[in-house]
């Protein structure tokens, strides 16, 4: 094992309102360990998680459909360890371990198309992070709430929104 409840951190460069700008990005991963030469990014969950709740159909998916924040979660990690650490993005495979579905053992990331893990993913996921990240620094793009209030339920930001 490499790594338990280890933060990674590293920075994205933006360019907002013609200002560079560099957003600090972290994460607590809650396992990295290697085997072989695969370097595996794991996340826990508490709850059931099968592999199609890993399934990615479409790129796009990562910005508007909140089912797919597990892989979102994924894809984030994977960004950060590469940008913070010296490896071959070939060599590393994000996945979930459900402790309620414990025998499919790690569930991994399914891309769209059946695309193999590569640096081409994570650069297409870095383009998603940017202009998610945009349109959250924009002041021009007006703050609002969750239509799905199930989404907040559980959220650490509820409070900040007024949401009940």
């Known amino acids: 094992m490499e790594d338990v409840e280890r933060k990674f951190v590293t920075n994205i460069r933006l360019n907002v309102r013609n200002q560079n700008c560099n957003v600090l990005l972290k994460g607590i991963f809650d396992r990295v360990d290697k085997i072989g030469n695969t370097i595996r990014i794991i996340d826990y969950k508490t709850g059931k998680v099968n592999q199609w709740d890993l399934n990615l159909r479409d790129w796009e998916n990562l910005i508007d459909d909140a089912k797919f924040d597990k892989c979102f979660q994924l ?15 070939f060599n590393v495979t994000p996945g979930i371990i459900s402790f309620r579905n414990l025998k499919q053992g790690l569930l991994s990331i399914g891309l769209p198309k059946k695309e193999n893990f590569s640096q081409d993913t994570i650069l297409q996921f870095e ?3 940017k202009a998610i990240l ?4 924009d002041a021009e793009v007006a703050y609002s709430q969750t239509s799905e209030e199930e989404n907040c339920k559980y959220c650490t930001f509820k409070s900040i929104c007024n949401r009940n």
């Open 134 to 137: 945009l349109d959250m620094l």
């Open 127 to 129: 383009n998603i992070l």
């Open 75 to 89: 894809l984030f990690y994977s960004y950060i360890y590469w940008k913070s650490n010296d490896t071959d993005i």
